[in-house]
T-cell receptor, first 115, second 113 residues
Framework: DAGVIQSPRHEVTEMGQEVTLRCKPI?????LFWYRQTMMRGLELLIY????????DSGMPEDRFSAKMPNASFSTLKIQPSEPRDSAVYFC?????????????FGPGTRLTVT | SQKIEQNSEALNIQEGKTATLTCNYT??????LQWYRQDPGRGPVFLLL?????KEKRKERLKVTFDTTLKQSLFHITASQPADSATYLC????????????FGRGTSLIVHP
């Protein structure tokens, strides 16, 4: 299994531009999570999907952020318009809802820099 | 909401010694507590889970303890190696077995040869 796949690995964009981050979860996993990690705030949950349905989006900072999961093998996180304070590493993680250990499998992350 | 405290200062130890990392929480007792390892430029990797009714869990050179009275978990790596150098994050699951753990900021471990 290739694990969780994220693209791009690095993104540099100018303030005001639209940014789209992509994630392919592990096949067979029914839960998907988007996180943001910064030195100041650590790892923050943005949104959680179960069976492709958004369950908890209380961590989404504001309306500029949106996430979709059109099918079990693909999810996107979009920021429009982007701002310098959005600069962070964004992780996608997937898990099996019935997992005994509740473990999450993280992708390699997308490092976003907004100038 | 749960507040999780992990030492922000890096822990430096000599190869072969036991490394001990601390995770403290301030509010409700979690249903479970996980430890993850994160290497630079990579996502966290799950290591161990301990449940609220367990005192200790072991896996190879790793040992985790859970003290609900002290509201603390200790993570031990015995016979540490330079390859153990990484950031270690604890994550707490809410009572009721939430699938969404809350992560601490992590502690950096540096093992010197």
């Amino acid at each position: 299994d290739a694990g969780v796949i994220q693209s791009p690995r690095h993104e540099v964009t100018e303030m005001g531009q639209e940014v789209t981050l992509r994630c392919k979860p592990i096949s067979g996993h029914n839960s998907l999570f988007w996180y943001r990690q910064t030195m100041m705030r650590g790892l923050e949950l943005l949104i959680y999907f179960n069976n492709n349905v958004p369950i908890d989006d209380s961590g989404m900072p504001e309306d500029r952020f949106s996430a979709k999961m059109p099918n079990a093998s693909f999810s996107t996180l979009k920021i429009q318009p982007s701002e310098p304070r959005d600069s962070a590493v964004y992780f996608c993680a997937s898990s099996n809802h019935g997992s005994h250990n509740y473990e999450q499998y993280f992708g390699p992350g997308t490092r976003l820099t907004v100038t | 909401s749960q507040k999780i405290e992990q030492n922000s200062e890096a822990l430096n130890i000599q190869e072969g010694k036991t490394a001990t990392l601390t995770c403290n929480y301030t509010n409700y007792s979690p249903a479970y507590l996980q430890w993850y390892r994160q290497d630079p430029g990579r996502g966290p990797v799950f290591l161990l889970l301990i449940r609220e009714n367990e005192k200790e869990k072991r896996k190879e050179r790793l040992k985790v303890t859970f003290d609900t009275t002290l509201k603390q978990s200790l993570f031990h790596i015995t016979a540490s190696q330079p390859a153990d150098s990484a950031t270690y994050l604890c994550a707490l699951g809410e009572p009721g077995g939430s699938y969404i753990p809350t992560f601490g900021r992590g502690t950096s471990l540096i093992v010197h040869p």
